[in-house]
């Protein structure tokens, strides 16, 4: 049943107790992983993320223009920090905190920067919408095809809000979004595709309407990119490329883009 306007929902279809259940199978997950426990030097997640970093990097290209080179970045939902490696080595005057809510995941974080070459300034482990950054004390937030993965959705863009300097940005880059009518059927799909830890996709109109209530404002960019598909897939996100028109009206992968209002004042404390 859809929520009234008025009382956004922090999640789709789950209740407080399955998010926190979902959230331990998420945290445990980094520890028992074959390929991605903090002891494991498994070649087939350097080849993944490989192929995941290829796709990162075509979405700051992207937003070159608006990509922070300097100032305090959050990375949320990092796992084991290879993207905060990849923005530290592009920008090295920034200051870089890797945050992911499994401190199994946050623990493989020096295995990427002895391959990139780079020290992120900071990390820790945490859930998306509980940091331990100051109020107005960041200037750039973003994540990687985790934000499907947060599932306490309202929290979050709150959170995002809070922690953010006036005017600042986050981004949700390369994310599964869907139109609420044909969300059921994309939540089956993406659940089929990696069933060791519970997926989900991001309802564009919900989105929206929780960026609105916590403050942002929010820009949707539809990004069938056909990196890392399968023959199938290849096919579906051609055509969603080919037909842009589509790209609202079907699942397709996305770039969320919230901005914090220049001219926002709010004592949190108060909140």
């Known amino acids: 049943m859809r929520s009234a306007p008025d009382k956004p929902r922090d999640s789709s279809i789950l209740s407080t107790t399955t998010i926190d259940a979902r959230q331990k199978v998420e945290i445990d997950f980094w ?24 796709v990162f990097l075509e979405c700051l290209a992207r937003y070159e223009d608006k990509i922070a080179n300097t100032g305090k ?17 592009l920008f090295p005057n920034t200051h870089v905190t ?31 919408y509980d940091t331990k950054e100051a109020d107005a004390s960041v200037d750039q937030v973003f994540c990687f095809a985790a934000a ?32 609420r009518i044909l969300y059921s059927y994309a939540y089956r799909r993406v659940n ?9 996709v991001l309802i564009t109109s919900e989105l929206q309407l929780l960026a609105s209530v916590a403050g942002l404002t929010i820009h949707i960019d539809y ?14 996100y051609f055509a969603l490329a080919r037909i842009p028109f589509l790209q609202k009206l079907l699942p ?20």
């Open 73 to 89: 970045i959050l990375e949320l939902g990092a796992g084991q920090g290879w993207a905060s490696c990849i923005y530290k080595r």
């Open 148 to 179: 499907h993965h947060f599932l306490a959705h309202k929290r979050t863009l709150k959170e995002i809000e809070r922690i953010l300097r006036p005017g600042g940005m986050a981004f949700y880059f390369y994310e599964p979004a869907t139109p």
């Open 31 to 54: 520890r028992t992983s074959i390929h991605e426990a903090p002891e494991s030097d498994s070649i087939y997640n350097i080849i993944n993320k490989a192929s995941e970093a290829k």
């Open 98 to 128: 890797a945050t992911d809510i499994s401190e199994f995941a946050i623990a493989s974080l020096p295995k990427w920067e002895r391959l990139f070459d780079v020290r992120i300034d900071n990390s820790y482990p945490c859930k998306s």
């Open 252 to 271: 397709c992968s996305a770039i969320f883009v919230f901005t914090k209002n220049k001219q926002t004042v709010v004592d949190h404390k108060t909140k």
């Open 223 to 236: 990004y069938p990119s056909l990196a890392s598909r399968g023959p199938l897939e290849t096919v579906y």
């Open 192 to 200: 089929r595709k990696r069933p060791q830890v519970p997926e989900d």
